[in-house]
Nanobody
Framework: QVQLVESGGGLVQAGGSLRLSCAAS????????MGWFRQAPGKEREFVAA????????YYADSVKGRFDISRDNVGNTVYLQMSSLKPEDTALYYC???????????????????WGQGTQVTVSS
């Protein structure tokens, strides 16, 4: 079992930045690919970014490419999502998730992920 706890959310003005963290316990993160997803009210949970466990390749949704950066610290058992140039449409509850898959093309599928955190709220004001 892997327990995931997100932090770092908050209220920020459009154009601002936030860094989300996802701390893992229970098992080492080094064997899991990690993803960030988000869900806005009334919408489905959508993929944001992922990073493989094998070689730390990154994968982003088109809507955040060039603005968000995912990274991982396997020693510290933490995954980060650095978000810049935030827009009001980035407002959502952000979740981190873990999967044993290392195939980049599958990491955008939320059904690939076995473990999920409880989420951290990001609100971007205009």
């Amino acid at each position: 079992q892997v327990q995931l706890v997100e932090s770092g959310g908050g209220l920020v003005q459009a154009g601002g930045s936030l860094r989300l963290s996802c701390a893992a316990s229970g098992r080492a993160l080094s064997r899991y690919s990690m993803g960030w997803f988000r869900q806005a009210p009334g919408k489905e949970r959508e993929f944001v970014a992922a990073i493989t466990w094998f070689d730390s390749r990154q994968y982003y949704a088109d809507s955040v490419k060039g603005r968000f950066d995912i990274s991982r610290d396997n020693v510290g058992n933490t995954v980060y999502l650095q978000m810049s140039s935030l827009k009001p449409e980035d407002t959502a509850l952000y979740y981190c998730a873990a999967t044993g898959s290392f195939q980049l093309r599958t990491l955008g599928d939320r059904n690939q992920y076995a473990y999920w955190g409880q989420g951290t709220q990001v609100t971007v004001s205009s």
